[in-house]
């Protein structure tokens, strides 16, 4: 059984770009969360996805956008980058959306200059 | 709006020694806890999680927490720690009938542990 997946591992952007993270689910997980992790702080909830379809968002604004393809896995794109969007992106996978446990992949940490 | 509150930014302790690290949450009903722990440049991985009966949970890494409802607490315990323990740990909370769900888990700042040799 893999575990999730996340690439690239890092990445070095310049404000106003644009990016796309992605995310390979756990097999067997239908559902995906996407979290961002300033440097010393906790990870905070970006949105999820569920069988296709944003199940969910936090306070983070519409140039966050995401989506969820057949098998599970997800992107998370960010337009309009700005300083403050550099940070850990992590990626989160459960079997469902109800009581499930959600399991972190490793990252990627996004640089913008 | 639920959320979480790990007092302690830092925490030192020897190497052997017991460890309690405190997590108290806010939650309109009884909520999902989860401990997580993130060693450097690494993701989050699960230590242990409550979601209902016994409120002494085990979890791996010799690492147990207690949910206390009167005290809105869920604080994590080890008896001895190892200087492999070394990392930040996370307590999250989570709606209750779901996984996260919809409004994602919420997770305190963190506890940065350094154990002594």
């Known amino acids: 059984e893999t575990g999730v997946t996340q690439s690239p591992t890092h990445l070095i952007k310049t404000r106003g770009q644009q990016v796309t993270l992605r995310c390979s689910s756990q097999s067997g997980h239908n559902t995906v969360s996407w979290y961002q992790q300033a440097l010393g702080q906790g990870p905070q909830f970006i949105f999820q996805y569920y069988r296709e379809e944003e199940n969910g968002r936090g306070n983070f604004p519409p140039r966050f956008s995401g989506l969820q393809f057949p098998n599970y896995s997800s992107e998370l794109n960010v337009n309009a980058l700005e300083l403050d969007d550099s940070a850990l992106y992590l990626c989160?996978?459960?079997?469902?959306?109800?009581?499930?446990?959600?399991?972190f992949g490793p990252g990627t940490r996004l640089l913008v200059l | 709006a639920q959320s979480v509150t790990q007092p302690d930014i830092h925490i030192t302790v020897s190497e052997g020694a017991s460890l309690e690290l405190r997590c108290n949450y806010s939650y309109g009903a009884t909520p999902y806890l989860f401990w997580y722990v993130q060693s450097p440049g690494q993701g989050l991985q699960l230590l242990l999680k409550y979601f209902s009966g016994d409120t002494l949970v085990q979890g791996i890494k010799g690492f147990e927490a207690e949910f206390k409802r009167s005290q809105s607490s869920f604080n994590l315990r080890k008896p001895s720690v190892h200087w492999s323990d070394a990392a930040e740990y996370f307590c999250a909370v989570g709606a209750r009938g779901t996984g996260g769900g919809a409004d994602g888990l919420t997770f305190g700042k963190g506890t940065h542990l350094i154990i002594q040799p």
């Open positions: 989160a996978s459960s079997q469902d959306v109800i009581g499930e446990t959600q399991y």
